[in-house]
């Protein structure tokens, strides 16, 4: 098995890792006297190699107080879900988070911690009482976060020695993912891995010193605790304070000269079929064949990794290795489709999926997959014509429009994993609105279906077809907290032909039979607590959703999904668009009176923003042939390369490289759970080159390829999207276009089967008649 981490953000040069193994020499002083050791303590529904996020971070088994260091050592045991709020009780303490508008900060509010948001304000009062910075960065549906939360930030105790002796900032990561991606940075390359919540202590200029990610409240035997961790940094703050800003500031040299990422003179573009063989080749390695995906488990959907093999099939078509690609994004796809990480009864996809069948997930929904999944599975429609692929497109968007949608037109971030049980409990349960028991099914679906086999009831052939079991389905070894005991998670275990078979009734009755129950379940559902529902949104994620909707609509010819997407940019202009200083927006908020509201400050947009709205109009574009949506894009086009560009290296950074606050100006080299927009950024200035004829984006895109070619040429399987976008250029793109009258019944037959066929590297227009 080839091992890779993906998670880096930064390249391991020899000259790096020199740097940064020099820098740790200082750690030797926050030793504790005394020895200790870590034991191994599995975490709940995590593998001994957990990853946050699509982070691998191994969980080491025997960690020593040497380990406590700078170097971050954090990656404890975690502790249950569960948590014990009173509801109804008034506050005791309320700090500044109560006046923003991020849903993560405001879960903080109530604190007995002296929280700032990221911003000068707490910048100062850091340089004006000499005090370094803790940093908490997390997002308001991460699970870990609320249990650092209620174990540590809720501790009066641990708050006074926060408040007193640090200046504390807490950041959502969503909200500021520029700020994210620094300091995550500097935690990968000084610990070997990263999530969240992430913790890290500054110096007054913002400088790391030390940083970790979960900590536990207090030493629980032999693991030190938040309070250990604070005290000792607050002796050696005192005591030998220069040591600790010295190695800060080697690292972050370090990490400026390993993050770099630029053309080199006379570098060409790389070979088109030669990173995408190896791109294929790296995946086939690491591809799991019984139930799809890559790896054993944990199990992420990972569409930018489906879609390019299904991108390199449509190449490759003749031969045993894009036949072969072809049935790797098949089949994880359909094992998706059926297992447990696809929401049976109210729709749409879980984050990831703790096992290898993809059977328990971790519960949290995210919007950044609904959109990149409903794309990724109209797709598998186009190429294979399987009507399965076509109605879970269709089920993603359900999801998406009844759940996460905006009276505006615009889409919510996210909906949590943890939720009451029931209205009178008082501890959230991850995964309490999803899981059933046998009982509630039984006494849902009491009836007895006439003609089947055994006088079954639909209880009984829900069960069977479902994989119900009357102790609950969830194996011990993925619920170590017992959080799903006795619980069902629905998982299709047999196909309909085989279902009905067994209980002795057609096909189109057993459809019938299971439609029904799942609309019994859904009306049941809807009467428990939910889940947390994040209701900030994000242009970057938008964009993604907006493309999600027009290449469904234009592929199904669904004319109520078109308009949905039409609304989708509406909102975009009207809430993300800030035409006095032509930049978008990255966030807006829902507020008390649902109305869309905007922070005192609005954060201007980052490279994502701009990348993923240009891709999602020129998706709207295609499918709706209305101008208006392809002169913004190319406005916004022409706007990021002003703000984003790299000059002397090629490329884009991920931010604003002129930002006094963000310390390293960084290139994000990864496609993972969201596409790098550099990736976005290539097939964006390739259509628009195509769509307006301007030879410079074309120019560009082959510059900014050129810039991350020795990434392509080694590990090719880290971007899988920029692999694409070098096929593109390989292939070329053809231009298809359709003259006629446009509302003319020959015209929409031509279109029509224009978008149903799969075709990567084209770009559609409409003639004149």
């Known amino acids: 098995m080839m091992l890779m981490r993906l998670s880096s953000a930064w390249s391991t040069s020899p000259t790096t890792i020199k740097h940064i193994s020099q820098a740790k020499l200082f750690t030797r002083s926050l030793r504790k006297d005394n020895h200790h050791t870590l034991t191994k303590n599995r975490c709940a529904r995590l593998p001994h190699d957990y990853w946050f996020g699509q982070k691998s971070v191994p969980v080491s088994t025997r960690l020593s107080w040497d380990s406590f260091r700078f170097s971050g050592v954090f990656f404890f045991s975690m502790a ?67 249990v650092m939360e209620r174990e540590s930030f809720e501790d009066e105790e641990i708050g006074k ?94 990490l400026r000269k390993g ?19 190896r791109c294929y080749q790296q995946l086939a390695h690491s591809y799991e064949e019984e139930y799809g995906g890559f790896r054993e488990a944990p199990k992420f959907p990972s569409p930018v990794n489906l879609k390019f093999l299904m991108s390199f099939w449509a190449v490759n078509r003749s031969s045993s290795e894009g036949a072969e690609a072809l049935q790797m994004a098949l089949h994880t796809l359909r094992m998706m489709a059926l297992g447990g990480i696809h929401d049976h009864v109210a729709q749409g996809f879980h984050r990831y999926s703790t096992d290898s069948s993809w059977h328990v997930p971790h519960f949290e929904k995210m919007l950044y997959d609904q959109g990149q999944l409903a794309v990724a599975y109209i797709t598998a ?20 429009s009844r759940d996460l949608s905006d009276k505006s037109g615009g889409f919510y971030s996210a909906e949590d994993a943890d939720s009451f049980p029931t209205v009178e409990s008082t501890e959230k349960r991850e995964g309490a609105f999803c899981v059933w028991t046998a009982g509630e099914i039984r006494e849902l679906l009491p009836d007895i279906v006439e003609g089947a086999t055994g006088g079954a009831t639909q209880a009984d052939i829900f069960m069977h077809h479902y994989g119900v079991k009357e102790q609950g389905n969830v194996d011990p070894a993925q619920d170590p907290h017992g959080e799903l005991q006795g619980q069902n998670v629905l998982i299709v275990r047999y196909s309909v032909e085989l279902t009905a078979a067994h209980f002795g009734i057609s096909v189109n009755r057993l459809s019938e039979l299971l439609s029904e129950a799942r609309a019994k379940l859904a009306e049941v559902r809807r009467a428990r607590p939910p889940p947390h529902l994040d209701t900030k949104m994000l242009a970057s994620w938008n964009g993604l959703m907006l493309s999600g909707f027009a290449r469904v609509g234009a592929v199904l010819g669904d004319k109520a999904l078109l308009d949905r997407a039409e609304r989708a940019a509406c909102f975009l202009q009207d809430h993300l668009w800030d035409e006095d200083g032509q930049r978008i927006l990255h966030s807006c908020y829902r507020g008390n009176n649902m109305e869309v509201e905007q922070v005192a400050s609005p954060i201007a ?3 994502d923003d701009y990348a993923f709205v240009v891709c999602g109009l020129l998706d709207l574009f295609e499918a709706t042939q209305k101008f208006r949506w392809l002169q913004w894009a190319e406005e916004l086009q022409l706007r990021q390369d002003q703000l984003f560009w790299d000059s002397q290296g090629s490329g884009y950074f991920c931010s604003d490289p002129s930002d006094p606050t963000l310390l390293l100006a960084l ?35 082959e510059q900014l390829l050129t810039a991350f070619s020795d990434r392509l040429l080694k590990v090719p399987i880290a971007l899988p999207d920029m692999v694409r976008g070098v096929m593109a250029h390989h292939y070329t793109l053809k231009q298809i276009v359709i003259c006629g009258l446009p509302d003319a019944e020959d015209t929409a037959s031509l279109i029509s089967c224009v978008n149903s066929l799969f075709l990567p590297h084209k770009v559609r227009v409409a003639g004149r008649s």
């Open 80 to 146: 249950s879900g569960s948590d014990s709020p009173d509801r109804l009780k008034t506050p005791k303490y309320t700090n500044r988070l109560s006046q923003e508008k991020s849903s993560y900060l405001l879960q903080h509010a109530h604190n007995p911690v002296d929280w700032y948001p990221w911003g000068q304000e707490a910048f100062d009062k850091a340089k004006c009482e000499d005090k370094p910075i803790f940093l908490s960065v997390g997002y308001s549906t991460c699970h870990w976060c609320h």
């Open 161 to 254: 020695i926060l408040s007193d002796n640090f200046v504390c900032i807490k950041v959502d990561r969503e909200e500021r993912p520029d700020v994210d991606k620094v300091y995550m940075t500097f935690v990968q390359a000084t610990s070997g891995g990263g999530g969240w919540p992430m913790s890290v202590w500054l110096t007054p200029d913002l400088k790391p010193f030390i940083g970790g990610t979960y900590f536990p409240p207090r030493d629980s035997g032999r693991r030190p605790g938040l309070k250990t961790v604070l005290l000792r940094i607050i002796e050696q703050w005192q005591t030998n304070r220069e040591t600790l800003e010295s190695s800060g500031e080697r690292v972050l040299e370090a």
């Open 259 to 277: 993050t770099a990422i630029s053309a080199s003179p006379g570098e060409t573009l790389p070979p088109g079929p030669d990173v995408a063989n």
């Open 381 to 400: 429609y186009q190429v294979s014509g399987e009507q399965l692929f076509a109605d879970v497109a269709r089920d993603v968007l359900l999801y998406v």
């Open 605 to 607: 947009g980052f490279l």
């Open 667 to 701: 290139k994000q080299d990864q496609d993972g759970a969201e596409p790098s927009a550099n990736s976005v950024s290539v097939m964006n200035l390739l259509r628009l080159s195509h769509f307006t004829g301007r030879q410079d984006w074309i120019q560009r895109s």
